[in-house]
């Protein structure tokens, strides 16, 4: 049975903290917890998650959410503030929804949390849109010691391949950037298979095997965990899928 470590598991408790976006979403405008989560993983050896923030309206109220499952069930945390940074193994800001996008990353006060992040081991999660992913390279050339992920995928588009693929293979140098293959928001099981295997086989062709690490984004995701997951087994193109599935992980988050 195939040992598995989900890094990007969003959770919540739409009474204890509110998020509004879910509110046009019919199926996740319910509350998801940790157990309802673990069931999807009944075919894996479940080894454990990293609880990813929600873009929530209250962040302090969201890290309290978290702390608590961190304690109960002993998660991993990523997190959109600092406040509780001795807590943390990664940090995300939303910006593939908001008006300023990538060219937040380059802000004064965002730089200078860049820089807490760093002295702080603490992982960044990067999650932009498909088309801002040109912005990368010199993110990462100016941050050089910062550990970064890409969330999921950089979020590709087939529309938009050709640009994707000259934007990513230009990143692939950088020592301390990750790849998450994590499904993004609005992969399917319409989605073409052949695209989702010619994704993986191009990311494999620029990056090694220890760049790589599975997320779920579930319940966002409209693939089931269990789907995703198999997904990246059938396609044959990663070989020691342990690394794939939870040591890659496990390095970067746990530094093990």
């Known amino acids: 049975m195939q040992k598995i470590f989900d890094s990007h598991l969003h959770l919540w408790n739409l009474e204890e903290v509110s998020i509004s976006w879910v509110n046009n979403h019919k199926k996740l405008h319910q509350n998801y917890d940790y157990l309802k989560a673990k069931k999807e993983y009944e075919d894996f050896e479940f080894l454990g998650a990293m609880y ?33 940074k001795e807590e943390l193994c990664a940090f995300r800001e939303v910006m593939h929804t908001s008006v300023k996008g990538a060219k937040r990353l380059f802000e004064p006060d965002f730089k200078e949390l860049l820089q807490v992040l760093t002295n702080s081991n603490i992982v960044f ?14 993110f990462l050339s100016e941050n050089p010691n910062l550990k970064i992920v890409l969330n999921h995928m950089g ?19 950088f020592p301390n950037l990750w790849i998450k293959l994590s499904a993004p928001d609005d992969f399917s099981l319409q989605s073409p298979k052949e695209f989702i295997f010619e994704l993986f086989s191009f990311l494999k062709y620029h990056f090694n095997e220890d760049k790589f690490l599975f997320g779920s984004n579930y319940p966002v995701s409209n693939l089931s965990p269990k789907t995703w997951a198999n997904l990246i087994t059938e396609s044959k193109v990663f070989k020691n899928l342990d690394f794939i599935f939870y040591k890659n992980a496990y390095k970067i988050y746990k530094g093990g």
């Open 52 to 84: 990813v923030e929600t873009n929530s309206d209250d962040k302090d109220k969201e890290a309290l959410f978290a702390l608590k499952l961190k304690k109960l069930y002993g998660i991993l945390l990523c997190l959109a503030d600092l406040k509780y």
């Open 125 to 138: 999660e990067a999650c932009l849109k498909n088309e801002e992913l040109d912005m990368l390279k010199k």
């Open 155 to 173: 979020s590709p588009k087939i529309t938009h391949f050709n640009e994707y693929k000259k934007d990513l293979e230009a990143l692939k140098n």
